[in-house]
């Protein structure tokens, strides 16, 4: 298993303050493997921010079919920030 970076903080539209890992200066495979990993650790009802270099379709696909839910933004500074969130009830 690999150590994720450390989070920062980053704040919701509705205030909440979540994890952000920044996973854009790694290399391939590490942000594929580390977003799942951190998926994979949310308990019913958390959530995560991951950025990554580009818009990550196979992670997109595996995180869906863990039933995950996955939103996307692109960044003005390059990157694509993933919110992840496992639903409250499954």
């Known amino acids: 298993m690999h150590a994720p ?3 920062a903080a980053a704040s919701r539209e509705d205030g909440t303050d979540l994890p952000e890992h920044d996973l854009r ?9 580390l977003a799942l990993e951190l998926a994979d650790a949310l308990a019913p009802g958390q959530a995560v921010q991951v ?3 580009q818009r990550p379709i196979p992670l997109l696909d595996l995180l ?5 839910q996955v ?3 692109s960044l003005t500074d390059g990157g694509v920030r993933l ?3 496992r639903p409250a009830h499954a």
């Open 83 to 85: 919110l992840i969130s």
């Open 51 to 53: 950025l990554t270099p």
């Open 25 to 33: 200066q790694l290399p391939c495979p590490l942000p594929l493997e």
């Open 71 to 73: 939103s996307t933004a």
């Open 64 to 68: 869906g079919a863990r039933g995950l």
């Open 5 to 7: 970076p450390t989070p």
